[in-house]
């Protein structure tokens, strides 16, 4: 059976996994990502995530994924327990970013983040021309409804960490699910980034 093709975002996020690698998936939804990685790259996945209809969904495709909350669960994982730990379209709802940042980088020997990118030229454009909170495709929800509660932009993200001491090992910037070569905290939509401590 053939795969079903990733969004865009998660397929750069898929990219920077290697093949056979113990993976941990935080805020997994609905294992999506975590199947087609154990599918197509013969990974050891494992996930985490806090809503229980999608730990239900994740579970029916055969996944190990547990329910938990990111901001207060991974303090229970072992150091380096995994080759690579992803925090996909989840670190803007995390309480402390920062303090997930260096759990990502502790659990796990590399980290792989992507989130939406505040910075994006839409962004300005919407907030600037209407004077209210925008909504696009990356931020799809009125301000009141979003779980989103840390916006940042790519440079706020690399700011971060530097200010951390982690290593980026390799950095994107994603519009409309395309590389953008140049300007990415302006013109990207999304950002991915592999770091390491």
């Known amino acids: 059976m053939t795969p079903v093709p990733l969004r865009p975002d998660l397929a750069a996020v898929a990219a920077a996994v290697p093949a056979g690698a113990r993976v941990l998936d935080i805020g997994c939804g609905d294992g999506q990502l975590l199947a087609w990685l154990r599918d197509t790259k013969g990974v ?3 996930g985490i995530e806090l ?15 547990v329910q938990g909350d990111a901001d207060t669960d991974l303090a229970d994982y072992p150091d ?5 730990v992803i925090l996909s379209n989840t670190l803007q ?21 992507s989130f939406p990118n505040f ?18 495709r990356s931020l799809p929800v009125s301000w009141h409804e979003t779980p989103n509660i840390h916006f940042c932009t ?7 960490a530097v ?5 980026v090992e390799r950095r994107a910037g994603l519009s409309s699910g395309r590389q953008v070569a140049i300007w990415p905290n302006l013109l990207a939509d ?8």
């Open 119 to 136: 910075g994006h030229w839409r962004v300005r454009l919407g907030l600037a021309l209407s004077g209210r909170m925008p909504v696009t």
């Open 190 to 197: 999304t950002g991915v980034f592999v770091l390491r401590r």
């Open 93 to 113: 709802a995390m309480q402390r970013p920062a303090d997930v940042l260096a759990q990502l980088v502790r659990i796990g020997c590399s980290a792989i983040v």
């Open 80 to 84: 380096a327990a995994f080759d690579v």
């Open 44 to 46: 050891e996945g494992r």
């Open 154 to 160: 790519i440079a706020d993200f690399e700011a971060l």
């Open 51 to 65: 809503d229980p209809s999608d730990v239900a969904a994740a579970v029916g495709r055969g996944l190990a994924v």
């Open 163 to 167: 200010e951390m001491g982690l290593t």
